[in-house]
């Protein structure tokens, strides 16, 4: 202890002023990778999901490994700071610095080789955890710790943070699943790390050189330390905070690969891991406990420890309470039996009944302590779990209109002092105005989470919440606890640890960090010589610059565009992959390029409206670029956590973009696309000749913009209206008038699915009637920017159908993008009385059926379907009354969550877009469709749907609900 005084860490030295043309001319020589330094991938790169904000000198994207040791070594040449990037989720400032960033999650992600027998796994640092997970789910195995990130976030992020999860009660940290590391020092040492027997010891040090001298010392530090590391390191199972000095105690074999994790990128790049994996459990069960408040939750927490559950999660009632504001409709929520705080403890076993028997178990064991219930359902268990994991999205946002930051977000304390704990926590928050906070988080290891309503943006806010944190530190530290417990210390928490650890223990930090990086090149001013945790905050004296004049009104964000830009937290839910399910974001699926992401356009429109990085504003091109690969196919509204809602953005953008400006050209042919069609009704056959002539068909595509490779949409000979006319006086119905509003789609295009629904409606007792003239409601020109034009449009349209709206009829839509306009784009666009009534009065077919008239049990011939999703249908109105109808109708169907289809509207037709369209269809719905067996009905409501399975040439044709059914009705009646 006393060489630890006398051998003083070393302090960082100035970096000079870095030189970055010469800089990006070395890495671009020597690095076979994507080396960016333009603004637009700058500031994509710029934030974490921290509340911190440090623009990159550049951006490295190397194709392989070797390529990332080579970027290092050009940053080496010129002294210049590195950072190592995966998922980019962390909370804690400690993935966004002035340095070269090398990403390493969009090629370096293989899964090297899995050994089942020995249950390891070696994968490459990019990995994302879900996508290793997927990798091994064949031989029944998983990576232990899962974060709830695991969408997006990397193994080499998960070593970096030493992540936990839920699944940390059973499985442990991330260093416990460590076995070996490949790492990369900063000065170019590139070697394997491991447990460190004396042999081993002697092996390096007989080869000499610069390896051998890290080994020494790290001995001699520990050596000099070991007995200080045993007295103050808390003995913790969610001690994430600090270097970890203990693994390099004997009794933990001297462990330098362990030692390593946790240092988040400070230390060493990770290159490569070879991980320990476990069993996944064959079955699991639920059981979840009530109390009377949070605190009994956590007074249960050891005796329900003792049963062994796999998970032993917690939340408060605040916690439910937004939830169920944000989510009234969902099920899971009423699941919770009575109380103000939950226990969601979960048991594996190796059947069902050997699950349930473990948690019946312990709900016989608690008796009259807790309500208690066991859900019994896996889905409606998956529902419970997947929405505790959305915790931080839920909370970001309440109602209350103070948004929540991170801050002070996984303080664990030993799991026999976390009630009491928690009191005198509450009572700070109290102390300090943050009372607000929800309370949930790891309970079974003394974790807690909860985001507070920080004031981020005044001095006086900023001077309120460092002495917060600083109280919050000595809280946690006379528990015994760790300041981190899974999220790491980053920029957010360094500068405490010495009131965890102590002075003594921070300078040994200092030591370790010297040891591997004694220029403090690695991710500096994290962990060790930090700055200040109200340093580089993104809020600081900011306010967004307005538009002076907007188009839409953002009602969740007050009413500013500006708000809705920098409305991402950072989660990255939006870089999950296909495999996974849902909508969001299909570009981001194909090109796995951050910038195509919805968080990576959402960073680039907050630069815009925060004007230092992206100065020209709505005239940006790196702004336009980030958006231009967007579908505004509208996942991230329902699935981003917060409720990012991208497709509405870009249109905004477009509109400001082009104010008084030239368009592209296919903003004039498919952007006015119902005006032609309007015109093209007059002699469609004659139209239709010409467009689909060789030598025309090419002209008419290459001055519209739009790609040769797409057959362009046929005119229907009568359109759907034409046709409505014709057929005479509506037919009485039993069950009341409704309004058929005959889309441009179907009206031009479809009108045999117009058609179908006016038999099927009939058929279920309404009278139908159709507006006589063609209404739009505008969507050609929102996805385009055109919103000007739009208003007037749908404004006409819904003082057409204002008069039927006034009465109580339902109007009815058919094609699901139109439908999403009047139900949420057109309140927003057009905030009128008139569109309100409208949008509550617009239903789909099956919305209509299943609420007015829902005991119509028609005879059918039932059958099979292949069901592909509108993703506007799917982000605004959901498929839970399409399922229902189709039950009713016995039709048997396999509803796909594979994504968007890729053709987006007009997305899909542009010259510009078709790769990435057909790259969007292979990922999802193209071998879907060539999978579906002969009997498979192909159900696609959207008009975008049916083009591209069409498109996909396998002979195959989707057909729409109302065909489908009008089918299964005609079928009945043979």
Known sequence: MDSLVRAPAAHPSRPREIEVEPLRRRLEETVDGEVRFDTGSRAAYARDASNYRQVPIGVVVPYTLDAGVAAVAACRARDVPVLSRGGGTSLAGQCCNVAVVIDWSKYCGTVESVDAAARKVTVQAGAVLDAV?????????????????????????????????????????????????????YDGVRTWVGPTDDAEYARIQAGGGRPAEIYRQLRELRDDTMELVRLRFPKLERRVSGYNLDELLPENGFNVARALVGSEGTLATVLRAELAVVPKPAARALAVLGFEDIFAAADAVPAVARHRPIALEAMDENMYRLARQEHPGDPALQDLPEGAGWLLVQFGGDTPDQARERAEELMRDVGEHATHTFLGDPAREDRLWRWRESGLGVEAYPPTGRQTYEGWSDAAVPPERLGEYLRDYARLLRGHGYQ???????????????????????????????????????????????????????????????????????????RLKAVFDPRNRMNPGKVVHPHRLDQDLAQRH??????????????????????????????????????????????????????????????????????????????????????????????CRSECPVNVDMATYKAEFLAQHYRHRLRPREHYSLGWL????????????????????????????????????????????????????????????????????ADTFTNNFDPHIGQAAVGVLE???????????????????????????????????????????????????????????????????LNTPDTRLVSERTLTLAELLESRAPDWRPDSAGGEAVAQVHCHQSAIMGYDADRAVLDRFGIRTEVLNAGCCGLAGNFGFERSHYDVSVACAEESVWPAVRSAGPDQ??????????????????????????????????????
């Open 542 to 635: 900011f306010y967004p610059l307005e538009p002076r004049h907007k188009f839409f009104d953002y009602p969740q964000d007050h009413g500013r565009f500006g708000h809705a830009a920098t409305r991402c937290v950072g989660i990255g839910k939006c870089r999950q992959h296909t495999f996974e399910g849902g909508v969001m974001c299909p570009s981001y699926r194909v090109t796995r390029e951050e910038e195509h992401s919805t968080r990576g356009r959402a960073r680039l429109l907050g630069e815009m409206v925060r004007g230092g990085l992206i100065t020209d504003g709505w005239r940006s091109k790196e702004v336009r670029d980030a958006l231009d690969l967007c579908l505004a196919c509208k996942g």
């Open 133 to 185: 997970d997927h990798e091994l789910a064949p031989y029944g195995l998983m990576v232990g710790p899962r974060p709830s990130s695991h969408p997006n976030c990397t193994i080499g992020g998960m070593i970096g943070n030493d992540s936990c999860g839920a699944s940390a009660q059973a499985y442990g940290k991330m260093a416990e699943s460590v076995l070996r590391l490949e790492i990369l020092t």
């Open 763 to 829: 058929a279920a007792g309404f009278e139908v009637h159709v507006p006589p003239v063609p209404l739009c409601c505008g969507l050609t020109w929102i996805s385009t920017g055109q919103l000007a034009t739009a208003r007037r449009v749908l404004a006409r349209s819904v003082r057409a159908l204002r008069p039927w709206a006034e009465s109580g009829v339902p109007v009815v839509g058919l094609e699901p993008s139109c439908t999403a306009v009047f139900r949420a784009d057109g309140p927003e666009l």
């Open 937 to 974: 009905a192909i159900l696609a409501d959207g008009f975008s749907c049916r083009t591209q399975i069409a498109a996909a040439r396998t002979g195959r044709q989707a057909r729409h609900l109302a065909e489908l059914l009008s089918a299964a009705l005609h079928d009945a009646c043979k």
């Open 674 to 741: 119902p005006r032609w069609a309007a015109l093209a009704s007059v002699a469609p056959r004659t139209v239709n000749a010409l467009t689909h002539a060789p030598g025309l068909s090419r002209l008419v595509k290459a001055l519209g913009g739009i790609a040769g490779e797409r057959e362009l949409p046929r005119f229907a000979s009568e359109r759907f209206t034409d046709w409505f006319k014709r057929r005479g006086t509506p037919r009485a119905g039993t069950r009341g008038k409704v309004v058929l509003w």
């Open 436 to 510: 607000d906070s929800a309370l949930y988080g790891h309970f079974g290891q003394g974790c807690v989470h909860g985001r507070l309503p920080l004031d981020l943006h005044t001095d006086d806010g900023i001077a309120r919440y460092r002495a917060f944190a600083q109280e919050a530190a000595d809280l946690v530290a006379s528990y015994g606890g760790s300041l981190s417990g899974e999220h790491g210390d980053g920029q957010a928490l360094a500068e405490l640890l010495p009131r965890m650890f102590g002075d003594e223990v921070v300078a040994a930090f200092g």
